[in-house]
């Protein structure tokens, strides 16, 4: 059936380096990829969003990058601070169906 | 707006009560989602409702779990007889449509002893 796959599931940064998280799905009718932020104890918040007729969009210091050939897309944390310390999810949208990747747990290290 | 309302907040309950979670969704949203969060499981998707109607309840565990949403502002879930596995954070979430982005509520963290 459909999946999302996301990596990793734990990651450890330097505050100040950069972090990437990696989705992959297997459903090729999916066109739209958001990410979500979750803080300890909080919701899961929408931080930004990719169209499949997009390869690129970029808000301040994150940035999301999608390859709908290798169906796979990515987020991209820059200057990480320590308020970047979250759960971070990926999802797959398609007309009738959203599907969450499992979470990556991201540590900014002082 | 004030987004997606859920009560209760917390909820602690022994195992065989029933219990009712509610949710008010974001007005004029036309999608309702259910969502269970465990360390173990992550993100399930339970149940979700497209105006009012449900579309996909493959989620639901097992029969002791039912939604229901009878109008556009409103929607519970149900879970009778109540069990310690049962016991997870509970999100509802609402979006304009299907296809668009969920907007999740506070959630419900939910404690069966």
């Known amino acids: 059936g459909e999946n999302v796959e996301q990596h990793p599931s734990t990651l450890s940064v330097q505050e100040g380096d950069s972090a990437v998280i990696k989705c992959t799905y297997s459903d090729s009718a999916s066109n739209y990829f958001p990410w979500y932020k979750q803080e300890l104890g909080k919701r899961p918040q929408l931080i930004i969003d990719?169209?499949?007729?997009?390869g690129e969009k970029k808000d301040q210091r994150i940035a999301v990058t999608l390859n709908k050939t290798a169906k796979h897309f990515s987020l991209h944390i820059t200057e990480t601070q320590p308020e970047d310390s979250a759960v971070y999810f990926c999802a797959a949208i398609r007309k009738d169906k959203i599907i969450f990747g499992k979470g990556t747990r991201l540590h900014i290290l002082p | 707006d004030a987004g997606v309302i859920q009560s209760p907040r917390h909820e602690v309950t022994e195992m065989g009560q029933e219990v009712t979670l509610r949710c008010k969704p974001i007005?004029?949203?036309?999608?309702l989602f259910w969502y269970r969060q465990t360390m173990m499981r992550g993100l399930e998707l339970l149940i979700y409702f497209n105006n009012n109607v449900p579309i996909d309840d493959s989620g639901m565990p097992e029969d002791r779990f039912s939604a229901k949403m009878p109008n556009a502002s409103f929607s519970t879930l149900k879970i009778q007889p109540s069990e310690p596995r049962d016991s997870a954070v509970y999100f509802c979430?609402?979006?304009?449509?299907?296809?668009?982005?969920?907007?999740f509520g506070p959630g419900t963290r939910l404690t069966v002893t």
């Open positions: 979430a609402s979006s304009p449509g299907t296809v668009e982005v969920p907007y």
């Open positions: 007005s004029g949203h036309n999608s």
């Open positions: 990719i169209r499949s007729n997009v």
